[in-house]
C-alpha cells in the first residue's frame, strides 16, 4: 500500500468507528424517547450525558490525531446532542 | 515519506497526545493531593471521575484505530488510576 492508501484506511477505520459509537448512544437516546411514552423503565439521564461526554472526547482526539477533519467530527458530535436535547425537550412537557 | 514512516508518525503523535492528556490529569490529581494537607480548595472526586473516564474513551479509541498498541494504552491508564486510588486512600484517612 501507498503512503496515502495507508492514510485513508486508517482515516475510514477511524470514521467508522466514531460512527459505530455514535449508533451506540442513539440507540440509547431512542430508548430513552420510547421510555417516555411506556415509562417501563426509569430515565439514566446522567448515563447519557456522561456517554456523550466520553463521546465528545473521542471525537475530540480523533481530530487531534489528525484522523478525522474538525468538521466532520463536530458534526457528528452536534447530532448527536441535537438528538438529547429532543429528549430533555420532551421531558420537560 | 513512506508508508512506514507516515504510520510511525501517526502512532507518535497519537501517544505524544496522550501522554499529555495524562499528564494534565496527573496534574489535577497531583493539586488534589496538596489540598488534602492545605485544605485551601475543595475536593472534587467527581470531577477527576469524569476525567479518567474520558481518558479511558480516549485510550480506547486510540487502540481500535490501531494507533497505539493495547499493551502501551492499558499501562497509560492503570497509571493515572493507581494515583487516583492513592488519593481516594489519603482521602479516607
Chains 1, 2 share one sequence.
Request: hydrophobic share 40%.
Amino acid at each position: 500500500m501507498s503512503s496515502s492508501d495507508v492514510l485513508i484506511h486508517l482515516h475510514q477505520k477511524a470514521l467508522n468507528l466514531l460512527h459505530e459509537d455514535a449508533t451506540k448512544i442513539e440507540k440509547l437516546i431512542e430508548v430513552q424517547m420510547e421510555n417516555l411514552t411506556t415509562r417501563q423503565c426509569p430515565l439514566y439521564e446522567e448515563v447519557l450525558d456522561t456517554q456523550i461526554y466520553g463521546f465528545s472526547r473521542e471525537i475530540d482526539f480523533a481530530i487531534r490525531a489528525g484522523l478525522v477533519a474538525e468538521g466532520v467530527g463536530k458534526e457528528i458530535i452536534s447530532k448527536l446532542e441535537r438528538n438529547l436535547a429532543q429528549l430533555y425537550e420532551a421531558l420537560e412537557k
